[in-house]
Each structure stands twice: as C-alpha cells, then as structure tokens.
C-alpha cells in the first residue's frame, strides 16, 4: 500500500495514493487496489511498454478528450508519471480539472501493451465521463463497472479509430468467443475489427488483475460470471466480471455519438428494453432498475454470436461479498 503514496514531486499536491477517509485524496478514482506491486524503470519486472509508447497513448488520450473536457468548461489533466513505481492509475476532479494520474509502474508490467494502457485511461476518463450509475448514486464519480463499460463502449471506439493507434503494441492471442461475437453483432468488417480489438484489449489486462489476487483460474468471455448482485455494485468487480463488462461494451451497437446520462443509466446504453441483443452490463456488478432487464431473454440465449458473452442468473453476490474496496485501476 505505501506505493501508492509515492508522489511525483512536480505533481505531489495532486495526486491520489492509498487516501485516508476525509483527505483531500480520499476523492481519487483508481483502476487497481491499494497493493505493494512496484516495477521501477529498469527493473527486472520492466517488461511493459516503453516510454515513449507510453507517451503516445496519451499523446492520443489528451488530443481526443481534451476539447471534450473543454467543451463543458474543465480543463484534462494528465500526470505523465513515468518514474513513478507504482502499478495503479487513478483520477480526480478537482474544480473544474478533470485529472488522470496514469503511473509508470503499471505502464511496465508485463500484462500490459499499448492497447491495454489505452483500456486503462480510458477506464479513469469513465470516472469523469462515463454517467450513471454514479458511485453512491450521487457521486462525482461513475462506479467502477461503469467506468469499465464506457472504456469499451465510448473511448477506446474513437481512440482506436485514430490513424496513429494502427501501431499500437497490443496482444497476439486470439479469442474466438470474441470473435464470432463481434462478428454476429457487426454487419461492417471495420466495425467486427474495432469491436474484437476493444473486447481483446480488455482480455489483455485480465493477467494484472490475476496477479494482484494471486488468482490461478484464467477467465475467459465463455466462462461469464454468474452471480447476480441484489443491488448495485460499486466497487471493483471481479476478474471475469470485469472482463465481461469490457466484452459487453465492445459489443453494443449504440452509436458512438449517444449520449449517456448522470441520473438515467440505460440513457445511450445497450439495454434488452431497448430491443438491443447484446451489449447489456452484467449483472455481476449492475443492478437494473426494471425487472425486464434482469433475465436474458429466450432471444438472447439463442444468440449464438454473443450469447456466451452474456451475464446469467447463479450464485448472488456470494463472490462480490469477498471483495475489498478498490482505490485504483
């Protein structure tokens, strides 16, 4: 835990670590939790990405969303904290800053490519942009299954339709799930190609997640999380859970220029009330608010192309309960 209090002496006033309850870093957003990981530049666990890809990732990041932010009169602020040890991200808002703090520890883990960075800025840009449900259901914050889906959904859709992203490192496995999925619910081959590299870029970081838990099971978008919460989940869902929600947000067919709401959730979302087949956000971590969202419809299992990507009734909230809170990632 005390990596996450190593701050960047340029930026130390702004940025999240291992916050105590009513500091001011209390506020911060994270992507992984509080964990003792730490992969210093050079170190025999430095076996990420480089610096510079690093850098262009955000380079990409920034140019995007940064007229985005301005638009609704905040300025995005992106810590570069390449130095820094720490494996975790975080975000904060802080007037009218809408601050990424993205570490060099997490840049240099093995797991991680350019892709999978990308998932993870833009799972700290859902916290500021990705709409309800909110954490708390009136936070600043989008929770943290919500801010998984908008990656998938909204940001990783327009970063990797930038020319420059063709080069991006990223995973060599392959995922036929994925695959037959993106290609049933896509009609356009670009469409099928942009929605198996977003799904494929969430698969990628599944092996962070696993070392932080010391996990040995590997998930995969056929084997969905079963559980189904009672109410909504706020926290870091689990490994498969997450990989589910990434899956699912490659897979809606809403139109990148939806628009998403802060109080109404299925605004500009994949919904079954909606009449959408696939892309819905797994009940492992979603509570809907109409019963008619609860179940898979017949039509649903029968969907071949996405059906194994889809969230179906189990064990409620038997492993969520186990879960401590996460401050990052």
């Known amino acids: 835990m005390k990596h996450n209090l190593v701050l960047s002496a340029v930026a130390a006033v702004l940025l999240c670590g291992a916050a105590m309850?009513?500091?001011?870093?209390?506020?911060?957003?994270?992507?992984?939790?509080?964990?003792?990981?730490?992969?210093?530049?050079?170190?025999?666990?430095?076996?990420?990405?480089?610096?510079?890809?690093?850098?262009?990732?955000?380079?990409?990041?920034?140019?995007?969303?940064?007229?985005?932010?301005?638009?609704?009169?905040?300025?995005?602020?992106?810590?570069?904290?390449?130095?820094?040890?720490?494996?975790?991200?975080s975000a904060q808002h802080q007037g009218n800053r809408y601050i990424l703090n993205m570490y060099g520890g997490l840049a240099r883990h093995a797991a991680i490519t350019m892709d999978g960075f990308a998932l993870v800025a833009c799972h700290e840009l859902g916290h500021h942009l990705g709409g309800a449900p909110k954490i708390g259901g009136g936070d600043w914050a989008s929770n943290e299954g919500q801010a998984d889906y908008y990656a998938n959904l909204k940001c990783l859709r327009k970063v990797f339709a930038e020319p420059g992203t063709a080069a991006f490192t990223r995973s060599v496995a392959s995922d036929e799930t994925a695959r037959r999925s993106c290609d049933t619910?896509?009609?356009?081959?670009?469409?099928?190609?942009?929605?198996?590299?977003?799904?494929?870029?969430?698969?990628?970081?599944?092996?962070?997640?696993?070392?932080?838990?010391?996990?040995?099971?590997?998930?995969?978008?056929?084997?969905?999380?079963?559980?189904?919460?009672?109410v909504m989940f706020d926290k870091h869902p689990g490994t498969q859970c997450r990989m589910d929600t990434y899956l699912q947000g490659s897979l809606c067919t809403q139109p990148l220029s939806s628009v998403l709401s802060d109080t109404d959730p299925a605004a500009g979302t994949c919904t079954r009330s909606g009449g959408f087949k696939a892309g819905f956000r797994p009940l492992c971590w979603y509570k809907p608010s109409s019963a008619s969202e609860l179940l898979p419809a017949v039509s649903d299992l029968a969907f071949t192309g996405a059906a194994r990507g889809l969230s179906v009734p189990g064990p409620a909230f038997s492993v969520l309960q186990r879960e401590d809170p996460w401050q990052g990632y």
């Open 185 to 230: 619910l896509f009609s356009k081959p670009e469409d099928r190609a942009l929605c198996f590299r977003n799904a494929m870029a969430g698969k990628s970081v599944a092996a962070l997640f696993m070392a932080l838990r010391n996990e040995t099971k590997e998930p995969g978008f056929d084997t969905p999380d079963p559980a189904v919460v009672g």
């Open 21 to 89: 309850p009513g500091s001011a870093a209390s506020d911060c957003k994270g992507f992984l939790p509080p964990n003792d990981l730490s992969i210093p530049v050079g170190s025999v666990d430095d076996k990420g990405i480089l610096q510079n890809q690093f850098n262009a990732v955000l380079d990409t990041v920034q140019k995007l969303y940064g007229p985005v932010i301005a638009a609704k009169g905040g300025t995005l602020q992106i810590n570069r904290l390449w130095t820094d040890a720490t494996v975790n991200a």
